[in-house]
């Protein structure tokens, strides 16, 4: 029972394509987040949503739009696929508000531009 | 806003010996801490967490790590590692309160590999 699922997992693409990576959780969270990991393991946010609602935007380019549908679900889309976005995307999720409450990953989508 | 240094980028060490991993951070704000572990090719887990009371926390698998505030630090320990806590470690902050409260903001990780 995977609590927080990735797909795909893997994801080899062409520089200029548009790609989607979907993520579920199955934990009744109310908070969804998708991180960055770069080549040296560095993690970064990228968004957050809380009840579907944007609450986090770091300063990522507007090729990238997430897009949550409902509270288990957040997507991520990608315009116009550039080398640099080469990377380790993951998505977590925890009980919202609540700072103490841990977050948790899923296993991450391990992005590829040729 | 927050920042987090972990001194070392790869810790080297053989089983059975112990290991400690150092996590240093600042915040003007009042932050959780936590440890995460990622194994290769997987997500990250939670390791440990600290959040009030005893400045002492442990994990089940016999990690611990102690809060520090007067040197703003949070260092892992393991008085005898496994093969199998081979993997990365990341320690993260995150505010109490306010909009910076729903991100965690990580370390860059330590590579930690036992020697057999």
């Known amino acids: 029972d995977t609590a927080v699922s990735q797909t795909p997992k893997y994801l080899v693409t062409q520089m200029g394509n548009d790609k989607s990576i979907k993520c579920e959780q199955n934990?009744?969270?109310?908070?969804m987040y998708w991180y960055k990991q770069d080549s040296k393991k560095f993690l970064k946010i990228m968004f957050s949503y809380n009840n579907k609602e944007l609450i986090i935007n770091e300063t990522v380019p507007n090729r990238f739009s997430p897009k949550s549908p409902d509270k288990a679900h957040l997507n991520l889309h990608i315009n116009s696929l550039e080398l640099g976005d080469s990377a380790v995307y993951f998505c977590a999720s925890s009980q919202g508000s609540l700072s103490n409450q841990p977050q948790h990953f899923g296993d991450g989508t391990r992005l590829s531009i040729l | 806003a927050q920042s987090v240094t972990q001194l070392d980028s790869q810790v080297p060490v053989f089983e059975e010996a112990p290991v400690e991993l150092r996590c240093n951070y600042s915040s003007s704000v009042s932050v959780y801490l936590f440890w995460y572990v990622q194994y290769p090719n997987q997500g990250l887990q939670l390791l440990l967490k600290y959040l009030s009371g005893s400045t002492l926390v442990e994990s089940i698998n016999g990690f611990e790590a102690e809060f520090n505030k007067s040197q703003t630090s949070f260092h892992l320990r393991k008085p005898s590692v496994h093969i199998s806590d081979t993997a990365e470690y990341f320690c993260?902050?995150?505010?109490?309160?306010?909009?910076?409260?729903?991100?965690?903001?990580f370390g860059k990780g330590t590579k930690l590999s036992v020697i057999p």
């Open positions: 934990l009744g969270h109310d908070t």
């Open positions: 993260a902050v995150r505010p109490y309160s306010g909009a910076g409260s729903y991100q965690l903001t």
